[in-house]
């Protein structure tokens, strides 16, 4: 579980440096993003290693419906990561698509995983992405909305998300339990 928590911690002190130290990352110029892109992965890997190596400890027996819900709302998790919100029309004016995108990704994740390591992982990741979203209000207050995209657009990207979803379950079924049921 050690090797979990320094994943997490690797994977929000990558992503908090430019927040925190914005002075220090601008002086690193371009380098600060090697930088940053190589904790993030070191975090990762952390994280998936600490993770199946985790012991199996449930907290709760998330009932087999859950499953269904949980592919829905990956649907919506994937499509909010796609560039769909800069494009589209029906969340072109959204301010944060990729945070929330990624806090459905975890919500997902929690309502078929009631193990200790997976409440730990996915709420821990649920609320970094939260606390991104307000430190970002925060620091950049005076955000535009974009009032662009079109219909077309959005139906494009739903369907990749659709199938961006069977690629990855299918990813996921060859490391781990499948994400689809039967």
Request: hydrophobic share 55%; charged share 10%.
């Amino acid at each position: 579980m050690i090797v979990l928590i320094l994943g997490l911690a690797l994977w929000v002190a990558a992503h908090a440096f430019k927040r925190v130290m914005p002075e220090k990352r601008a002086a690193m110029g371009d380098s600060a993003k090697g930088m940053v892109a190589a904790g993030v992965l070191g975090g990762v890997v952390l994280m998936v290693f600490g993770y199946r190596a985790s012991p199996h400890i449930d907290l709760w027996y998330p009932p087999t419906f859950m499953v269904h819900i949980n592919n829905l709302l990956m649907v919506f998790a994937l499509y909010l990561t796609s560039p769909a919100p800069k494009r589209g029309k029906l969340v072109s004016g959204m301010r944060h698509p990729m945070q929330t995108g990624f806090a459905l990704w975890a919500i997902a994740h929690l309502l078929v995983n009631g193990d200790l390591a997976s409440v730990i992982l996915f709420g821990t990741l649920l609320i970094w992405s939260a606390v991104t979203a307000q430190v970002i209000n925060r620091a950049e207050p005076n955000w535009q909305r974009n009032t662009g995209g079109t219909y077309a657009m959005d139906g494009m990207f739903l369907v990749a998300s659709i199938v961006l979803l069977g690629v990855i379950g299918y990813i996921h079924g060859l490391l781990g339990p499948s994400p689809f049921p039967g």
